[in-house]
């Protein structure tokens, strides 16, 4: 006789009230500190630094941008510099150093719309190879950036020649194991999953799960292929076991659905879509 698996659950430890919307929180690298993204209701941008101390989570720094901004990710940094890489509603892509914050080390133009998503590699000793950051947009494309170079992007995945354009909303790194080898893996809202690999330049392989994807994330960027969790909207998820590609086939996969109303948001975990609140969660 099975025995039916435990939910998970949320324990708050900390909680904030706010006074913005917030779309990205992400821990900074080795301190007790950590970072939100979002947008005032005036329409501005705004990145806070906060540090739990004593059970409370205390405002150390804000910093004011003209856009809004979606989604940030320290992937592509060293543990020393730390430096945050954000895209925002204008398409910009910015790499901050937090310690002085007055003006981006490294901007661009990245995309001609909203950047949804963005994922980092080769930082903070994860994984071979350069350092490199990936955004995914509304625009349809998905751009590969490397820090070090100024300027044009080193990968630009876009539709093909009469190919619709959809709203790419996830993106992952994968597959960075050695110096030569690297896969993207990106999610789209019409249920598209697409994995780009950009040793060759090419379109790996790609489906469609039949819902717009939240989250596309490996099990480890730093190893061979091993597992790939998408989770999508109406609460599902697939795994796909990617070690091993049938010609025809793809990958071999699982699915799961959750329970009614509620959505996975992040692909290792399964998580509880609640109705956005102004109030910030540690």
């Not at 209701?41 to 409370?56: L, M």
């Not at 076991?241 to 025809?248: E, F, G, L, N, V």
């Amino acid at each position: 006789m099975s025995t039916p698996l435990a939910k998970p659950q949320i324990i708050a430890h900390i909680q904030k009230s706010l006074n913005y919307t917030v779309f990205d929180s992400k821990w900074i690298p080795c301190s007790a500190k950590f970072v939100c993204l979002g947008n005032f209701a005036r329409g501005t941008g705004v990145i806070q630094i906060y540090e739990v101390q004593h059970g409370e989570a205390q405002l150390v720094k804000e910093i004011e941008r003209p856009k809004p901004i979606k989604c940030g990710t320290y992937g592509a940094t060293s543990l020393q510099q730390r430096h945050l890489a954000t895209g925002d509603f204008d398409g910009n892509l910015n790499i901050w150093d937090l310690e002085t914050p007055e003006m981006p080390v490294y901007s661009a133009k990245a995309h001609k719309e909203i950047i949804n998503c963005i994922d980092g590699v080769g930082g903070l000793g994860i994984g071979d190879g350069a350092p490199e950051i990936v955004t995914g947009s509304r625009d349809g494309t998905v751009k590969v950036w490397d820090p070090r170079q100024r300027g044009s992007p080193v990968a630009n995945m876009e539709p093909m020649d009469g190919e619709t354009k959809r709203d790419c909303w996830t993106v992952a790194f994968g597959h960075a194991f050695n110096d030569q080898d690297r896969c993207v893996c990106a999610g789209y809202d019409n249920g598209d999953i697409k994995l780009f690999d950009l040793r060759n330049m090419s379109l790996r392989w790609e489906t469609n799960i039949k819902n717009g994807v939240c989250c596309v994330e490996f099990d480890r960027k730093d190893i061979n292929m091993n597992k790939l969790v998408a989770t999508s909207l109406e609460g599902k998820f697939h795994v796909f076991d990617m070690r091993t590609q049938h010609s025809t086939k793809g990958f071999a996969s699982v699915s799961e659905k959750l329970e009614e109303q509620e959505t996975c948001i992040f692909g290792s975990t399964s998580i509880r879509h609640i109705e956005a609140k102004r109030t910030l969660t540690v």
